[in-house]
């Protein structure tokens, strides 16, 4: 996997320099780190979303949850923690193609300090959902009922989230892939497979970061024509309506102005 990219392709020379003039490779490098104007997070489809994070222990709050059906009486994990599973949580419209499970865990004993939380947002399966999961939801009151019982614990250590995102192909050109594989670049041993490869998967880490986006994963899928996009980043909790995450929100938009661009239409 080529972790350069298009970025790094301007960098690329003889021993002695780059091959292109200062000016030249400047105007270049600001051009392709000028993000694009604002754009909406709703123009990528969500697959899948998660965000994990620790919270002090409250016990009402778990008390609240331990009542749902899901949760059988002493069911602990094999190292020890007691384990409630809440959800799926259905979206409140009827239009609402997402669910969310959670899984809260905390340590066996009389004085737990802490409570884990495991929130994972899903595509709902297709079809009517059973009485047993609508009735659960009226009693958790869905999503603005889960928030509710989140906001009643302190969670002073940020999240860890990680979302997993297609973005349309037909309207959408990555700044990145697909491309061919030069003799120049390092992966050319590919051509000893054959002619005609391309790049069309790129990765990036930042190893130091603490906070912000720390990996970042574009697959060009060619049916059905999407880039499929994964980001993992760490951050403050926040919990928007209508099963949102703001913060992964967040990051959809920075990706999708750097490393996107619209592709104009004739009409």
Request: proline share 9%.
């Amino acid at each position: 996997m080529d972790r350069r990219g298009a970025c790094g392709r301007m960098f690329q020379g003889s021993a002695a320099g780059p091959t292109q003039t200062n000016s030249t490779t400047s105007r270049q490098l600001r051009a392709m780190t000028t993000p694009l104007p604002d754009v909406s997070p709703s123009q990528a489809t969500i697959v899948d979303a998660y965000a994990t994070w620790v919270s002090n222990h409250v016990a009402d709050v778990v008390s609240h949850f331990a009542a749902s059906p899901a949760n059988p009486q002493n069911v602990t994990s094999p190292d020890g923690d007691v384990v409630l599973r809440i959800g799926p949580i259905l979206g409140s419209s009827p239009d609402s193609t997402l669910m969310t499970n959670v899984h809260l865990a905390y340590e066996a004993g009389d004085a737990p300090a802490e409570l884990f939380w495991h929130l994972h947002i899903s595509r709902q399966p297709s079809g009517s959902p059973p009485d047993s999961i609508v009735k659960e939801n009226v009693r958790l009151g869905g999503w603005d009922g889960l928030v509710h019982q989140i906001k009643r614990t302190q969670h002073p250590k940020p999240a860890r989230y990680r979302v997993i995102f297609d973005i349309d192909a037909s309207n959408w050109a990555c700044r990145m892939l697909p491309r061919p594989v030069p003799s120049a670049m390092d992966d050319a041993c590919m051509l000893g497979l054959g002619p005609d490869w391309q790049v069309e998967q790129i990765g990036y880490r930042q190893p130091a970061a603490d906070l912000g986006i720390t990996e970042l994963a574009i697959v060009f899928l060619h049916d059905p024509n999407v880039f499929r996009v994964t980001v993992h980043a760490n951050g403050g909790l926040e919990l928007g309506a209508n099963m949102t995450l703001p913060y992964i929100n967040n990051s959809i938009r920075s990706v999708m102005r750097y490393c996107f661009q619209a592709i104009t239409k004739e009409p």
